[in-house]
């Protein structure tokens, strides 16, 4: 069940209600948004995007009902301009982006992501290029690797993470998953391991975001999915951790203020806000009740705008 579907539908309806609209999935996964706003929406048009090539084989399967009005692209996110160029749609009524890792790449064993099964340190959404995990804890110095754990997973202990596996690396490179757990597992104090869960659970957050440049797209993401929205349209947006709702939260709010001081009486025509934020109190959490029925749901954040006015 995709998170938060009766919600996001809801937030896009006023978008897509209407004949041509053209919505954009940024992040296709297995489909079921994608799925289900079609079938809301009998006349919308979708361009779906994924990086990863296994999602989208299995996607355009689900999907080939609808052919005839979806296009899916093998792209990041960040490359949504020329996507929507080639696709000859510039403009779009809707965008929706789920973040983070999906439940697909979580049950493939073999991708990585998972702490709790010993697996390649792989950790790519793209199979097809990039650096791995593996690749970055055998070759990232010290330092390197310290600020990247502390920065992306927030984790305290980062550098002593970060010395035990490059003195563990001197002894034999990383390969799989079970190793760097029992390693970090080893480098916490005993009282922090107590609490919070998996020990591991932010060096893979970090190791991942590292690995796939997640903050760096998302950064150049969101500001060029509003650019696409035609004035009415909407962008729909669900984060499952901090580091990503941060940047979020930044890109809509600030194209939803105006930028005219706050004393001054009134707001000059051509500056007002260009969006105006749709979700209650900014952003919104799952409840008790979806929570409970998709445990992925209780991270999550979701914040919506729609286009006000056209750039100045």
Known sequence: MPVLLERCLSLLAPALDRPGAVVV????????????????????RLIGLDRD???????SRRLAAYSARTVLVHAVYDELPRVLDEAAHPRVDGILFDLGVSSMQLDQVERGFSYSQDAPLDMRMDPTRGITAAEILNTYAAGQ???VLRDYGEEKFARRIADAVVRERGRAPFETSARLVEIIRESIPAP??????????????ALRIEVNAELEVLERAVPSAVDALTVGGRIVVMSFQSLEDRIVKRALTSRATSDVPV????????????????TRGGAEKATEAE??????????RLRAAERMREAA
Do not use: C, M
């Not at 090539?53 to 996607?59: G, I, N, S, V, Y």
């Not at 922090?192 to 957050?205: E, M, V, Y």
């Not at 929570?291 to 999550?300: L, Q, T």
């Open 25 to 44: 999935d940024a992040t296709l996964g297995l489909g079921g948004h994608s799925e289900a706003l079609l079938v809301r929406f009998p006349e919308v």
């Open 53 to 59: 090539t296994d999602a989208l084989e299995r996607t």
């Open 145 to 147: 690797l310290a600020r």
């Open 192 to 205: 922090a391991r107590r609490t919070g869960g998996n020990p591991a659970k932010r060096t893979f957050q």
């Open 263 to 278: 004393d001054l009486p009134f707001v000059p025509e051509g500056h007002e806000p260009e969006l105006r934020i749709v």
């Open 291 to 300: 929570i409970a029925e998709n445990p992925r749901a209780a991270s999550v």
